[in-house]
């Protein structure tokens, strides 16, 4: 379905054409008409499926700009994510004249509360922030006509489910309340059902949301060697942007770190950063001066980056659904993607728990060697020389340097210098990443299973710090694969094309 053929008035087609949005998602073109019908809405979805446009667009609709007062809330469950959907809705509504503003911890609360003085139609914000700033009395709801609760069931598992209701309870009754949510855990319909009016139930299914042209691969492996197969993997893949996810914050700050040192583009993003120093980084990232991206959960939920082409996940997730969450950061929009899951040799139960979720068996991936590594990293130096070869850059600047070392080296002395500069040597870094413990293992009757929906303690909820937990014990063994060709899928995402005239023996 087309966005034209929705009752959308003119201003939000021309935000929706200028976005570059065509057709609808799945969700978009069930929950919109609901929507825009007045009807209260619980509709299941990923991440990535374009939940904020499905509310986003019936929320703006409804909007009378020329009222000063809040008439929309929108409640998410992390800074990022809240900060994202602020933007999209902001180009959403630009031709309508909208104010949106965005409240979330870790931010001057002073200068939230000047921006609400300034009579926003719409606010989106963090629980812990919102609700600071209703008990400053900086922030009315009494004018509310719509709230969205998106990530329902992050929000339940990071311990918000209190002030979600205390949230609730300070809006009218009369309003249309739309609820997102991955998974349903009886708390989330506990919650429907106390402050939602005969909501209807808009589902888009697993296998849709797991994204097919996602190609997802496992490789067995100790912990100990799982960043120097991440590099190899690296250079095989030489992928455009990566996202590399870690289980806490001091192996995404090691990770990080590590691929630094070994002369990769990459930067750490968790809950510790200052909210400044994470937004920098995901500028930096999606403008493609970074092209890895290391993350925890929390920190990357909701990430709506274009163009990732790999996801590796350094550490299998404690929560199936995260996976995918996870792996849906790449694929998109019609392009393929690839994901690679490095998996402890106990963990593999937790693995086949995922494949029950996707509906999908992961492929084994022997892990690359040293050598092939090598190649990889020789291929992509052969393409860069050839970029380099073919850019229009004005080259007379480098004439005279160019004139004095052809008279001092041979062609065979300089192509052999310039492939030894571009191309990196791992030996020559090495890199130690603390052993965290793994996932435990689970008893011979399967009882041990991932907790769905459980809570979490919070601390600081102003803050968003959340703390990681650690299970289990270090693995001791883990088998290679076997017969199976080194980090090179049979298919395109993943594959490096051979430059021509160019043979690696």
């Known amino acids: 379905m087309k966005f034209s053929e929705l009752n959308l008035s003119a201003a939000l087609i021309k935000a929706v054409d200028d976005m570059g949005f065509e057709e609808t998602t799945p969700i978009q073109s069930q929950a919109i008409p609901m929507a825009l019908a007045g009807q209260d809405i619980f509709g299941q979805a990923q991440t990535g499926t374009g939940k904020t446009a499905a ?64 009579h926003p139609s719409v606010v989106v914000g963090t629980p812990g922030r919102l609700l600071d ?48 949510s991955a998974t349903v855990p009886s708390e989330i319909k506990r919650i429907s059902q106390q402050f939602m009016t005969d909501p209807h139930h808009v589902k888009i299914e697993a296998k849709e949301m797991t994204a097919d042209l996602i190609d997802q691969y496992f490789t067995k492996c100790r912990d100990y060697e799982k960043f120097d197969i991440l590099t190899r993997f690296i250079d095989i893949h030489n992928p455009d942007l990566a996202i590399v996810f870690a289980r806490t914050k001091r192996r995404v700050d090691e990770v990080a770190r590590g691929l630094i040192e070994r002369g990769y583009t990459a930067e750490g993003i968790h809950g510790d950063l200052t909210q400044q120093k994470r937004l920098q980084v995901l500028k930096d990232f999606k403008a493609g001066k970074l092209n890895i991206l290391v993350a925890t959960d929390v920190a990357a939920r909701g990430l709506d980056i274009g163009g990732v082409s790999h996801v590796y996940n350094f550490d299998i997730p404690q929560d199936p659904e995260s996976y995918v969450h996870r792996i849906g950061r790449t694929g998109r929009a019609g392009k393929e993607g690839m994901s690679v899951t490095f998996v402890i040799n106990h963990e593999m139960d937790y693995l086949r728990t995922i494949e029950n979720l996707t509906r999908k068996k992961l492929s084994p991936l022997r892990p690359p060697t040293s050598e092939e ?38 062609q065979d002395q300089l192509a052999y210098a310039l492939m030894k500069a571009l191309t990196k040597d791992p030996s020559d870094v090495k890199v130690k990443i603390t052993p965290e413990k793994t996932l435990p293992h689970r008893n011979k009757k399967g009882r041990k299973n991932y907790k ?15 703390s990681n937990k650690n299970h289990g014990k270090n693995g001791k063994h883990a088998e290679k694969g076997k017969g199976k060709k080194p980090g090179k899928p049979a298919n395109k995402s993943g594959q490096h094309k051979q430059s021509k005239g160019f043979k690696i023996r």
């Not at 019936?58 to 020329?66: A, G, R």
């Not at 769905?452 to 959340?466: E, P, S, T, V």
């Open 133 to 180: 700033l209703i008990q400053r009395k900086a922030l009315r709801l009494d004018a509310i006509e719509t709230v969205v609760l998106d990530e329902a069931d992050e929000m339940l598992n990071m311990g918000f489910i209190d002030d979600i209701e205390a949230i609730l309870k300070q809006v009218p009754e009369q309003r249309q309340t739309l609820l997102f």
């Open 452 to 466: 769905q929906g459980g809570h979490r303690k919070r601390q600081n909820h102003k803050q968003g710090k959340h």
């Open 55 to 118: 509310f986003g667009l019936p929320l703006l609709e409804k909007l009378d700009t020329n009222k000063e007062a809040i008439q929309a809330l929108i409640v998410e469950p992390t800074r990022e994510l809240a900060v994202q959907t602020g933007e999209e809705m902001y180009h959403l509504g630009k031709h309508q004249g909208t104010k949106v503003v965005t409240v979330y911890g870790g931010a001057a609360i002073g200068r939230q509360i000047q921006l609400l003085k300034k």
């Open 373 to 410: 590594a090598f190649t990889g990293q020789m291929r992509a130096s052969v393409d860069r020389v050839a970029d380099l070869v073919e850019s229009e850059e004005n080259m007379a600047k480098y004439e005279d340097a160019v004139a004095y070392l052809g008279a001092q080296y041979t």
